[in-house]
């Protein structure tokens, strides 16, 4: 599985981006999908991850800000963030879990100037 993202940029604080993330086949609706990020010099950590379309689990700092959501016809999951903070500067992963074994996208860059 080859995960394909885009929509990362330079965004005011306060400002909205949409992350996109494509998978090369269709992956069925159970497997979970999601994002994670990593700013210089720290750990990847989780952004948010949704399975079957509507279990969805944010990480602390973005719960309220963030909405996950899927489109299960264009194998892509989205990622809305709004509210942004200098503090969610980050390359953005995305990820999925299928039959067992992980897959990461790329990365794009999230920048949030103050």
């Known amino acids: 599985v080859q995960l394909q993202a885009s929509g990362g940029g330079l965004v005011q604080a306060g400002g909205s981006l949409r992350l996109s993330c494509t998978a090369s086949?269709?992956?069925?609706?159970?497997?979970?999908m999601g994002w994670y990020r990593q700013a210089p010099g720290k750990e990847r950590d989780l952004v948010a991850t949704?399975?079957?379309?509507?279990?969805?689990n944010y990480g602390d700092s973005v719960s309220g800000r963030f909405t996950i959501f899927r489109d299960n016809a264009k194998n892509t999951v989205y990622l809305q963030m709004n509210s942004l903070k200098p503090e969610d500067t980050a390359v953005y992963y995305c990820?999925?879990?299928?039959?067992?074994?992980?897959?990461w996208g790329q990365g794009t860059q999230v920048t949030v100037s103050s």
């Open positions: 990820y999925a879990k299928v039959e067992g074994a992980a897959y």
């Open positions: 086949r269709t992956i069925h609706s159970s497997v979970v």
């Open positions: 949704l399975r079957s379309g509507r279990d969805a």
